[in-house]
């Protein structure tokens, strides 16, 4: 499984929770479309978010760029934040279902 990680740093807790419905936005829009298998948004109390996006093939993690790579710079037109971000394979993910607990 592929995966791609983003990391972005807002100001502040509040400024990330207004963010936050935009990335879980465009990137829930990207499920269907880019065969994601996972999408993990995560937001801190000092601001930051953390995106896991997961493929099951390269060809799926480079339709996703071509879809969907540009939505950091979108949101760079409406708000403030620094972003890290690469490219990896997970070598460990677990899930726990409830039909599994």
């Known amino acids: 499984m592929l995966s791609k990680t983003y990391h972005l740093k807002f100001p502040s807790l509040d400024a990330a929770q207004i963010a936050a419905p935009f990335v ?19 937001i801190s109390k000092e601001g930051d978010v953390s995106i896991n996006v997961f493929f099951p093939n390269i ?11 540009g939505f950091l710079d979108t949101m760079k037109k409406t ?12 070598i460990f993910n677990f899930d726990r279902t409830e039909e599994n607990a």
């Open 59 to 69: 060809n799926d993690l480079k339709g996703f760029e071509k879809k969907h790579g």
């Open 24 to 42: 879980v936005e465009t990137l829930g829009n990207a499920i269907p479309t880019c065969n994601l298998t996972g999408l993990n948004v995560v």
């Open 79 to 90: 708000f403030l934040f620094k972003s890290m971000g690469f490219d990896g394979v997970c």
